[in-house]
């Protein structure tokens, strides 16, 4: 069974650039999740989708970022415009659905801004 | 709201010592419990789980017991390997809602 596939691997921009992350699910996973994992931190939610529904964004600073999953497979995390404090591992996640407990992540997207 | 608490780290042992990494939590239902590890340049695996009280997850030579009296979840292994150098994260969540992370407790095992 292929994971949780995410691209590209590592991105540098500048501050006021804008950037985009991609995210291939596990085949059949219903639930997405995007998680921001900053350096000595934990990962932290996002935006959570339930086929092409967003579930909680209550976490996503919506006046620079954005996130959508049209066809309920693919998903696309979008900063417009970056700033530095963005530097961060971009980790993609998924699971069956409800009632089922473990998340499988993807390898992660590690944006440098400058 | 929920929340994980974990040791901090970095913590640095030697081959074939001991290992444990506290873990206490709060929740306001009855969480399920995770320790997901991240080695270097990878991403997170989940290394086990445990889904109700008293349950015992285990992978690895890895151990953990959830403790709904105490609100723990501490890891444990018996001889750790210089291959169990990683990052490890304590994590909870409820059915399939986000996983809420504790900052993680990076471990060092020299030879």
């Known amino acids: 069974e292929a994971g949780v596939a995410q691209s590209p691997r590592y991105k540098i921009i500048e501050k006021r650039q804008s950037v985009a992350f991609w995210c291939n699910p596990i085949s059949g996973h219903a639930t997405l999740y995007w998680y921001q994992q900053i350096l000595g931190q934990g990962p932290k939610l996002l935006i959570q989708?339930?086929?092409?529904?967003?579930?909680?964004d209550s976490q996503l600073p919506k006046d620079r970022f954005s996130a959508e999953r049209l066809k309920g497979v693919d998903s696309t995390l979008k900063i417009q415009p970056a700033k530095l404090e963005d530097s961060a591992v971009y980790l993609c996640?998924?699971?069956?659905?409800?009632?089922?407990?473990?998340?499988?992540f993807g390898p992660g997207t590690r944006l440098t801004v400058t | 709201g929920n929340s994980v608490t974990q040791m901090e780290g970095p913590v640095t042992l030697s081959e074939e010592a001991f290992l444990t990494i506290n873990c206490t939590y709060t929740a306001t239902g009855y969480p399920s419990l995770f320790w997901y590890v991240q080695y270097p340049g990878e991403g997170l695996q989940l290394l086990l789980k445990?889904?109700?009280?008293?349950d015992k997850g285990s992978n690895k030579g890895f151990e953990a017991t959830y403790r709904k009296e105490t609100t723990s979840f501490h890891l444990e292994k018996g001889s750790v390997q210089v291959s169990d150098s990683a990052v490890y994260f304590c994590?909870?969540?409820?059915?399939?809602?986000?996983?809420?992370f504790g900052k993680g407790t990076r471990l060092s095992v020299i030879a």
């Open positions: 445990a889904t109700k009280a008293d």
């Open positions: 994590a909870l969540s409820e059915g399939n809602t986000p996983l809420v």
């Open positions: 996640a998924s699971n069956p659905g409800p009632a089922t407990y473990e998340q499988y």
């Open positions: 989708f339930q086929n092409n529904g967003v579930v909680d």
